[in-house]
């Protein structure tokens, strides 16, 4: 085979992006969040660009992972989750933290990490490996003049369609040195639908998630409802993470049922979902009950979820990205994509593979245009609230290696307290006693 | 993009080819039997090969989204599903046969076909995209100079194995003219355990398939004991077709359940099967009750299957292929591979994704022994029971040119009868009181 796509060198950044203060259930986004931008670079020459989540254990996986990748054609895809597997057994038999091997839980619902749901070795993995496979996709489709959608098979539509994410938010980061912004403050629903408004001008969307779980229920209800009247006949969607019990989940549902595309994620675990399911009326959709294939089956069997909102971040990359989509077709559960704070990288491949997938049958979640700053030299421009296939070779993005260098940089003067992502610290700024919340939370 | 990988040309060559006198539940297999080449000429002047079924109905679809491919990128995969949905309306409404259009079953275990369970026009469908799909992924390849297994994310295995497939059959074709071999009869335990023998001196087979419904179901316990006794501890299978009541594949999984790896459709539809194998104690494959993805959802539920032999001719092609690999995954079903008369264009398709798919659990069918004609310049050859994954550009196949000829003129002399695969009309040569027997048949 063509040694010229045999890996030759594979570049890991650290970086920190400037994330707004933006409210969830566990706390608010810190003033800075972690990524890792992951670079393959193949004999021929040709360098391929992924990004993924960039905390600690992820790092502490992704270096030997990308070590034991040299030699290695970037066709190797396949094979990336059993070298992952050794490279995390390596790196647990040199005792790093974070790489402990197996897939128990390492811990529940903590963190930021616990917004997707139980966090475990497994979904670990699957995050780094994301990261390199987009980069082999890219590197691949660089070197053979073809796009990566191309590389999954071929689009099956021109345009996809992304919704608005909309935030309870503060006008600002407590503290000094926090990057700003002019969106001001969102928490109440005259704030959420100005902020709506100003999304589906900017650019064009015309569906709308707000992420909840922020307020008690009955005032992110009136938000929902402001919502539908400012645009109705428009999908809404409304996302707690978890944070409500059964009856809770059950009340928002019948009082939102008549404006909702769906709700997400109301209560937490399959059990409490089932139960939601069995009585909503609505279908439920979910990015932290199904984040993985083993979670699929009883889920399934269940009913407790009629939307699985991918990320291919979640789920090992594009193929699998592509595996699921074919397993929901099969089980006739809908898909949409989930979406938290990411670059342009990622929204290039989340692009690319949703323009492959039949069953794309929502408009995707977009966390980008909270995004700031980028590290690439042409940011993705939404229109109509879509983005275009890109057609030219691999994602279709270009590394701005000086914008990618100064965030790297504010990684290394870090003193630590941005390297893992922790919203409910971040939270701590602003109200000491905070304390990621019980679920559920109402 | 890449103009050059642009489709130009679609070749449709249907052929017969010789096939042994093998015996199962229908009747037994024509002299000749009808097959299709599909050839993808692009406009950088590169030629994929593809090879599926030959019937009529099959061609009658074939037709049309040959032409509708003209002008497609090869890449344009993912499409080819909606391409071959229009082109079956568009014969449809010029009322061709057979191309019928929606998704209502065509007719239900009559001729040969019902040994794939309800014939359907998905189903149909499928199988003409199976044989496009493959000839697109051989064009990619030898175009970028990668195998086709690299184009699926890369081999996970160099060798794939697979098992011998023994059959009760005649030395001969009844009539004149008929192709002959010299492997003789095989219509009792002794004749099976020789062909056996055969099969692993030649091959180095270490797995047996047999193919029963054929004699009464002592008569296949007793062939089936006599191999465990001539091959101890080696991998057994039976597979009568789904000619047996509930009642009788209950018994005969009881008194085979020490020596068979599974049992493959002892008891015909999804009923049935769940029912076997709430008893069985042997794991039960299928390649009869689960062979398109809307029946994966009622049988998995209901765990009447434990094996899915997949078969990308079934299945709609080698990226379906693995697709349903991920889905058995998921809901911890096993996977291997059916087979039935089919040449090295084939062969060299399984062998491909076979090496792609980690949880590929059983060594796979294959029926290429007892085919003596082909369409490819140098033959597949087993070692120890295993071929190697190629990885040479596409498939790793070339067409040897005056054989195809040779066979499509075959096929153009033919006057009909050999056109559409019957194995109850070729019983009839012999036993012209032969009809197709009810199910069960015992």
Redesign the interface.
């Known amino acids: 085979?063509?040694t010229s796509l045999t890996i030759a060198e594979v570049h890991l950044t650290p970086i920190l992006i400037a994330d707004p203060p933006l409210l969830n259930t566990q706390g608010v986004h810190q003033p800075y969040t972690p990524r890792l931008i992951v670079e393959v670079v193949t004999r021929g020459g040709v360098t391929g660009v992924g990004e993924t989540y960039g905390d600690g254990d992820y790092l502490a996986l992704a270096r030997p992972l990308a070590d034991s990748l040299i030699g290695h054609?970037v066709?190797?895809?396949?094979?990336l989750?059993?070298l992952a597997e050794a490279a995390e057994c390596a790196a647990a038999g040199e005792g790093l933290s974070g790489a402990a091997g197996g897939d128990g839980d390492i811990d529940e619902g903590t963190g930021a990490a616990g917004l997707r749901g139980v966090r475990n070795a497994a979904k670990l993995r699957l995050s780094v490996v994301s990261g390199f496979e987009v980069a082999c996709l890219d590197a691949l489709g660089r070197t053979?003049?073809?796009?990566v959608h191309?590389?999954?098979?071929?689009?099956?539509r021109d345009r996809v369609e992304y919704s608005a994410y909309l935030f309870y938010r503060w006008a600002a980061h407590p503290g000094p040195d926090a990057p700003a912004d002019d969106w001001g403050a969102a928490l109440d629903p005259q704030g959420i639908v100005a902020q709506a408004r100003r999304f589906a001008d900017a650019y064009g969307f015309r569906s709308f998630k707000l992420k909840g779980g922020v307020f008690p229920p009955d005032e992110e209800i009136a938000a929902v409802r402001a919502l539908a009247a400012a645009f109705p006949g428009q999908p809404l969607r409304l996302d707690p993470n978890g944070a409500w019990s059964v009856e809770t989940s059950l009340r928002v549902a019948r009082e939102l049922g008549d404006v909702l595309e769906y709700l997400e994620d109301p209560a937490a675990g399959t059990d409490r979902m089932a139960r939601v399911a069995a009585g909503a009326g609505v279908p439920l959709a979910t990015n932290m009950c199904v984040t993985t294939?083993?979670e699929?089956?009883e889920a399934f069997?269940r009913d407790a979820v009629q939307v699985v909102l991918s990320d291919h971040h979640y789920w090992g990359g594009l193929?699998?990205t592509?595996?699921l989509a074919?397993?929901c077709?099969?089980?006739?559960v809908g898909l949409s994509m989930h979406s938290n704070t990411h670059l342009g990288i990622s929204l290039a491949a989340m692009t690319h593979v949703a323009a492959?997938v039949?069953n794309l049958d929502y408009a995707c979640d977009s966390h980008y245009p909270w995004q700031t700053e980028d590290v690439i030299t042409r940011r993705h421009a939404f229109e109509d609230g879509c983005l275009t296939v890109p057609?030219a070779p691999g994602l279709g993005v270009e590394l701005d290696r000086p914008a990618l260098a100064a965030l790297h940089r504010r990684w290394l003067d870090d003193d630590g307290t941005m390297r893992e992502r922790d919203d409910a610290a971040a939270m701590r700024a602003a109200e000491p006693e905070w304390v990621t919340p019980a679920v559920p939370r109402w």
């Open positions: 085979m063509d054609p066709t190797d895809m396949n094979r989750f059993s053979l003049g073809l796009p191309a590389l999954l098979g071929g689009k099956v294939f083993p699929i089956r069997a193929r699998n592509r595996e074919a397993i077709r099969t089980f006739g492959t039949p057609d």
